[in-house]
Nanobody, 122 residues
Framework: QVQLVESGGGLVQPGGSLTLSCAAS????????MGWYRQAPGKQRELVAT???????NYADDVEGRFTISRDNAKNTVYLQMNSLKPEDTAVYYC????????????????WGQGTQVTVSS
């Protein structure tokens, strides 16, 4: 079984910074992409940022320039550096691993982490 464990959430003042981490564990051969999504109360889950195994990144418009996603492929870990945080960034942040293969010939599957709360408030 593959598990994703997130850490780094918390309470921060507007304008502050936080770094989220997500480590995938278990029997993993490769992961096509890893990313972060968020869900605010009463809203649908939305994409924040993704990073492919080749290093291609993609950001939501409202975090572009403030957030940076990075990935350690050897450790199957993805990070999200969040700067200039705003109250509207408050949400539960979820990590997602896409196209996980457990062996060379294995099927690809997707996995979600349990989520970590980020609250931006003075």
């Amino acid at each position: 079984q593959v598990q994703l464990v997130e850490s780094g959430g918390g309470l921060v003042q507007p304008g502050g910074s936080l770094t989220l981490s997500c480590a995938a564990s278990g029997r993993i051969f490769s992961v096509d992409a890893m990313g972060w999504y968020r869900q605010a109360p009463g809203k649908q889950r939305e994409l924040v940022a993704t990073s492919t195994i080749a290093g291609k990144t993609n950001y939501a418009d409202d975090v572009e320039g403030r957030f940076t996603i990075s990935r350690d492929n050897a450790k199957n870990t993805v990070y999200l550096q969040m700067n200039s945080l705003k109250p509207e960034d408050t949400a539960v942040y979820y990590c997602k691993a896409v196209g996980v293969r457990r062996s060379y010939y294995g099927d690809r599957s997707n996995y979600w982490g349990q989520g970590t709360q980020v609250t931006v408030s003075s």
